[in-house]
T-cell receptor, first 112, second 115 residues
Framework: KAGVTQTPRYLIKTRGQQVTLSCSPI?????VSWYQQTPGQGLQFLFE???????NKGNFPGRFSGRQFSNSRSEMNVSTLELGDSALYLC???????????FGPGTRLTVL | GDSVTQMEGPVTLSEEAFLTINCTYT??????LFWYVQYPGEGLQLLLK?????DKGSNKGFEATYRKETTSFHLEKGSVQVSDSAVYFC??????????????FGKGTLLTVNP
């Protein structure tokens, strides 16, 4: 089975722009979660989707949003980018909930 | 809220040395516990997990036992290899039926194994 895929792998944006990241889960997995990884804050939970519904959200501002499609693929969007949004964004999928999460390689976002 | 505390790194060992990375947790219920590993430039890979007290997770020579009485899940390996060099994360998840289901991670421990 193919693993979790994330596109693009690398992005460079400037402050004030917006960005959309994409995640394709493992086939058959219905739950998709997003995490932000930074050297200072470590790994922090952003949100989780199951069957197109956001079920849980971390402590991030409203500039961070996401959605899930009927085929379980997910996107996250960050509007009005700030320098502090520079991070590795990781997507994880699982068959259901609660269940083990499997991670993709991440998207490295750099905000200049 | 839930939290995970793992030993500060970096940890530097010689090949074939014994490895222990300490991990303790705070949770209100009965969490599942995980160790993930991250190699340079990559995402997280599940190393092992345990879902209830006294369970032992094991994989690739690594082991960890879920100790409810000490709220710990220490990672051990009897003989490390250069290829084990990576960052190791302890994590917990809590919740059922999708409510409050998320992973809470420790800060990570960088392991370097020298030949």
């Amino acid at each position: 089975k193919a693993g979790v895929t994330q596109t693009p792998r690398y992005l460079i944006k400037t402050r004030g722009q917006q960005v959309t990241l994409s995640c394709s889960p493992i086939s058959g997995h219905r739950s998709v979660s997003w995490y932000q990884q930074t050297p200072g804050q470590g790994l922090q939970f952003l949100f989780e989707y199951f069957s197109e519904t956001q079920r849980n959200k971390g402590n991030f501002p409203g500039r961070f949003s996401g959605r899930q499609f009927s085929n379980s693929r997910s996107e996250m969007n960050v509007s009005t980018l700030e320098l502090g949004d520079s991070a590795l964004y990781l997507c994880a999928s699982s068959p259901g909930s609660p269940d083990t999460q499997y991670f993709g390689p991440g998207t490295r976002l750099t905000v200049l | 809220g839930d939290s995970v505390t793992q030993m500060e790194g970096p940890v530097t060992l010689s090949e074939e040395a014994f490895l222990t990375i300490n991990c303790t947790y705070t949770a209100t219920g009965y969490p599942s516990l995980f160790w993930y590993v991250q190699y340079p430039g990559e995402g997280l890979q599940l190393l092992l997990k345990a879902t209830k007290a006294d369970d032992k997770g094991s994989n690739k020579g690594f082991e960890a036992t879920y100790r409810k009485e000490t709220t710990s899940f220490h990672l051990e390996k009897g003989s490390v290899q250069v290829s084990d060099s990576a960052v190791y994360f302890c994590a917990l998840s809590e919740g059922s039926g999708g409510s409050n289901y998320k992973l809470t991670f420790g800060k990570g421990t960088l392991l370097t194994v020298n030949p």
